[in-house]
């Protein structure tokens, strides 16, 4: 039977499957690496720890089954998006990656914003200036390592750096250019305006190809180095937000997503360009080719609950027993809000100097109305996407599909039917980034037709469960959402002031 292997490139690990013919995965093996904060708001990774993790994924998929790896037929490769790994004509990292979180780019983020104003960059791009964006990060680099600017032969993408590592091609996607701040949306290439105005080598940025397209094979030394076969076929890959859409059999315009991991996303696919004129989404191209996305982003929505569990409680609670702990507070939290702006915030505000805060702390609240507080501030945040989703593209939502972490706890999952007003259902596969890149390496064999052709067989539209919204609920939780909404505009010159105050 023909298999096919699909990678992804995480914040904190690397995932690879084994997905047969019909489907099934047949193995996974996920392995860890840090994120490393030289300076404060700086966030880097050693794309060596990246190779390593890699290494040692494939090897225990081998020594699980010895045959797996030899029956491979394509391989494609998905992960974080907006991060940059600046290489020589060799292949080899001049620099840490550094990733989509990372803040340092501050001063070209508002040298960014003085060059265009917002509609002209959602005109050429779909989206306005961010500090994640990756053409933030290749200006600082230009700016602070000159010398090593000059050697750079390409900038390449976290994912793009781990394909070429297995096919020595310098290549990218169309879903993960376009969230770049580099590409014309419209032309599907790199901007000439944008590369001109700052400037950038345009020779430095990859060619774009389809995410379904082929890139390349497995080299004689990548075979060597990761125990592939030399000569498999590698396909182009995508975006993470991309995959995990597609893993989920997220391709038509009635699908909805959500996703809820250590950031969270609200996906939906379009068949033309959506385009929120004001910025507050992003516009992007999915990795199914010739369909669109928009997308709403919040920064830190499973890494809220996180940075409870670990840097605020430390005790010995693990985040199930703390959301278990988080259901049995009374829905609203007793009026206890909270903002999970712990790294800026993408939609709607897109605003870099946001802060997460607790608002609304009385002597009646413990940790069971704080843990609650994190899961709704996190769905209120997603909330205010959705709304703003369905007046762009005039559409009601009919589900969702709620997925990542979150969809392993039911509170997240009651919790956002309720607040959103909407069926929420959950995936039997619940297949993820790497699946997706599966199914992407599946139909570049030329195995499948289409991806839609590919969810289909693969049954990625197999319901686990349905959470129907309980409309009492829904009209209490709305209320609260409307105090959430104005929280921002209140106190954003306060965030803005605090992010400018230095004090030794």
Same mark, same amino acid.
């Given at each position: ?45 050693? @794309? /060596? ?11 225990? *998929? ?14 494609? $490769?998905?992960?974080? =998006?907006?991060?940059? $790994? ?30 265009? @104003? ?33 050697? @750079? ?42 590369? /001109? ?28 180095? #990761? ?24 391709? /038509? ?41 928009? =997308? ?121 039917? /309720?607040? #959103?007003?909407?069926?929420? *259902? ?21 195995? #499948?037709? @289409? ?32 105090? #959430? ?20």
């Amino acid at each position: 039977m023909k298999h096919y292997l699909g990678i992804d490139l995480g914040t904190s690990a690397l995932k690879v499957v084994i997905v047969n013919s019909s489907g099934m995965i047949v193995n996974s093996v996920t392995r860890s690496y840090e994120v490393h904060t030289p300076q404060a708001g700086w966030s880097e990774q050693n @794309t /060596n720890q990246w190779l390593t993790a890699m290494i040692e994924a494939l090897a225990d *998929v081998k020594k699980a089954n010895p045959q797996i790896l030899k029956e491979i037929n394509a391989i494609s $490769v998905t992960g974080q =998006m907006h991060g940059i $790994v600046p290489v020589d004509k060799n292949g080899n990292a001049l620099h840490h990656a550094i990733i989509w979180s990372d803040r340092r780019n501050e001063d070209e983020l508002a040298a960014m914003h003085a060059a265009l @104003t917002n509609e002209e960059w959602v005109a050429i791009t779909g989206n306005r200036p961010n500090i994640s964006f990756t053409l933030g990060k290749i200006i600082w680099f230009k700016k602070h390592f000159p010398d090593l600017y000059e050697k @750079t032969n390409k900038f390449l993408l976290p994912k793009d750096f781990l394909r070429m590592k297995l096919t020595d091609t310098f290549e990218t996607d169309y879903s993960d250019a376009s969230a770049t701040l580099l590409m014309d949306l419209q032309t599907l290439q790199w901007s000439e305006k944008i590369v /001109n105005i700052f400037p950038i080598d345009r020779s430095k940025l990859p060619g774009i190809n389809l995410s379904t397209a082929s890139t390349g094979s497995i080299t004689r030394n990548a075979a060597e180095s #990761f125990g592939l076969n030399e000569g498999t076929v590698v396909i182009c890959g995508c975006g993470d937000a991309q995959a995990q859409a597609l893993g989920n059999g997220i391709i /038509n315009s009635k699908d909805w997503l959500c996703t809820i991991g250590t950031s969270g996303q609200l996906f939906v696919s379009t068949d033309l360009p959506a385009i929120e004129k004001n910025g507050t989404l992003h516009s992007f191209v999915h990795a199914y080719p010739g369909k669109w996305v928009l =997308m709403g982003a919040t920064l830190s929505a499973g890494m809220s609950f996180k940075w409870l569990t670990e840097s605020i409680f430390s005790s010995d609670l693990e985040i199930r027993d703390l959301l278990d702990l988080a259901g049995m507070a009374s829905p609203g939290a007793k009026r206890l809000l909270f903002l999970p702006y712990l790294f800026g915030e993408r939609s709607p505000h897109m605003d870099e100097k946001a802060k997460g805060s607790f608002i609304g702390f009385t002597n009646e609240h413990t940790k069971s109305e704080m843990a609650r507080a994190v899961v709704e501030g996190v769905l209120f945040s997603l909330y205010q996407s959705f709304k703003i989703v369905e007046k762009t593209i005039g559409q009601k939502c009919e589900h969702i599909l709620l997925t990542g972490g979150a969809a392993q706890h039911d509170l997240w999952v009651t919790t956002a039917a /309720n607040i #959103f007003n909407v069926p929420v *259902v959950r995936n039997k596969n619940r297949g993820g980034g790497a699946y997706g890149a599966a199914m992407l390496a599946a139909v570049g064999a030329g195995d #499948f037709n @289409t991806l839609e052709e590919v969810s289909a067989c693969w049954g990625l539209r197999q319901y686990e469960k349905v959470y129907l919204p309980n409309q009492v609920l829904h009209e209490e939780y709305e209320k609260l959402y409307q105090i #959430f909404a104005e929280t921002y505009d209140s106190l954003k010159e306060i965030f803005h002031r605090l992010h400018d105050c230095e004090v030794h």
